[in-house]
C-alpha cells in the first residue's frame, strides 16, 4: 500500500486472480480508474497482459488513474498488497490450493459465486453440506492469509460501464475488522461510496448465492440489479 487514491482513500496494488473474466476485468479496471494499481492474472501471462493492455487503453486520459499490467497468477500475487479472487468456482479449490504460500500474509478478498444453472435458471450450489462456502473454503486453504467475502453481487456488464460509479452497495464479510476494512476501502472505487461490513465470514453462504436471485431479476426485467441497503444514513 502506498500514499493514497485521488479520493483520499488508501491505495492499493490488487493482483486480480481470474483477471481475463468479465468479473476479475471489471473490478480491476474500476480499482485503477479511482487510483489503485492493478495486476491481473492468468495461468498464462500472455492473456493476462492482453487484457490488461485492453484495460490500459481504456484508462489513458483518466486523471489520477493507477496502472493496469499482467503475470501468470503466481507474480501477480508477489506483486501486490491484495489479492482479489475471481475465478470460477470450478476449480477454486485446486487454484488457491496452489497459491496458498504466495497467499501467506496478505488480504485476499473473495467474489467468487458457486453457481448452478439448469432448466429452472440459475440457483446457489451447496458448498459443504450447506456449512460452508466459497469464501471460507479459501480461508481454510490459505489458512496464513487474511481471506473476507465482497463484490459478489455486482454485475460485470455494470463493472466495464461508462458510469462514472454504480448505483448500490458492496457488502462485505469477514473474521477481521482490518481485512473487512481493505474491502470497504476498495468499494468506494466501485460504488463511490464505503462497503458495508456485513458481518462474519460464514454469512458469505448468503451473499454467495444470492447472486442467483439478482440473475433472474435480469433476465425477467432484461436489466443489471444490484443491491441497496437502506436505514443507515451515511457511512
Sequence with gaps: MTS??????????????????PQGKGLGYRFA???????????????AEAVAAEVAERLAGVDGAGSARG??????????DVVLLAVP??????LVASLAGA???????????PLAFDKRGAHGRVVNGGEGSAAESAAELAPEAVVVGAFHNVSAVGLWGDEEFLDE??????DSVEGKQVAIDLAASVTGHPGIDGGKLRLARVLEPFTAVLISINRKYK?????RVTGLGEH
Excluded at 480508474?33 to 492473456?47: F, N, Q, T, Y
Excluded at 497467499?103 to 459465486?113: E, F, M, P, Q, Y
Aim: hydrophobic letters at 40%; glycine letters at 14%; one cysteine or more.
Design 169 to 174: 452497495d458492496v457488502i462485505v464479510v469477514g
Design 71 to 80: 503475470a501468470a497468477n503466481e507474480d501477480a500475487v508477489a506483486a501486490a
Design 223 to 227: 436489466a443489471h440489479s444490484g443491491i
Design 103 to 113: 497467499l501467506a500474509g496478505k488480504t485476499v478478498i473473495s467474489c467468487v459465486n
Design 4 to 21: 493514497e487514491t485521488p479520493a483520499g482513500n488508501p491505495r492499493y496494488t490488487v493482483a486480480v486472480i481470474g483477471g481475463t473474466g
Design 89 to 94: 468456482y470450478d476449480g477454486h479449490d485446486e
Design 33 to 47: 480508474r479511482h487510483g489503485h494499481d492493478i495486476v491481473l492474472g492468468s495461468r498464462a501471462a500472455e492473456k
